[in-house]
């Protein structure tokens, strides 16, 4: 499925119909010198992905807070960087009292999920899966083909988020391709850490509610689909 045919999309509603921001190699380049991953591209100005931030109407909330949910979307270029890296978001930790969710409209990706306890998922997404993020979560995104990629999150009136790249060192671990498979990798030891997961992921919302309407049925079925009835 190509990223325009996609499977979920709102007949109207739609606030942000062009990209807020372009991630582009180099942008990822300045995240990582924070981090402990250094792999270099020489096609610093590469478009890893379009940010459509509020991409809906951000909608008004009680729960968990009072606040919003926002929703935005990420359209992937896909494809791989060097190393045998595949196109990337630039990954980061949740703040521990923020509720998010995915789901992909189009395409394939491969996230990768570290607990702030140190358990590891790393699993495959495709279009009609929703899953959510645990309290306080470092994860990150890979889309090895062109991809859309929907989330949901509370957060406040403001959409600022300083100290999204910065709340914590990225873990020591990415995804590679190895003898043309896809696995997870130590990057400090330069060596295999484990296969890449094929099931559905831990936290999948397996009643599959697409997050747009989700979004729009109210805190209590918000509250249900966290698991926090
Ligand atoms: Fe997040």
Redesign the pocket.
Known sequence: MSPKESSARPSDGVLCREPTSLMRVRDLEAVRGKTRDGVRSPDPDRILYSAYRDWLSPASSMWPSEGVWRADLVRYEGGMLEEGEPCRSMG?W?PVDQF?AFEVLSGEVVMLVMTPKGDLECFRAKPMTTWT?PSGAY?LTYAPEAAEVLNI?NAGHSQNDPGKYSRGTAPDLALRLLAGELAVVSQAADSFFGRLETFPPRNCMCDHRPLIQLLSAGDRALKAAFGCL
Do not use: K, S
């Open positions: 980061h949740n998010e993020i994860h999150y």
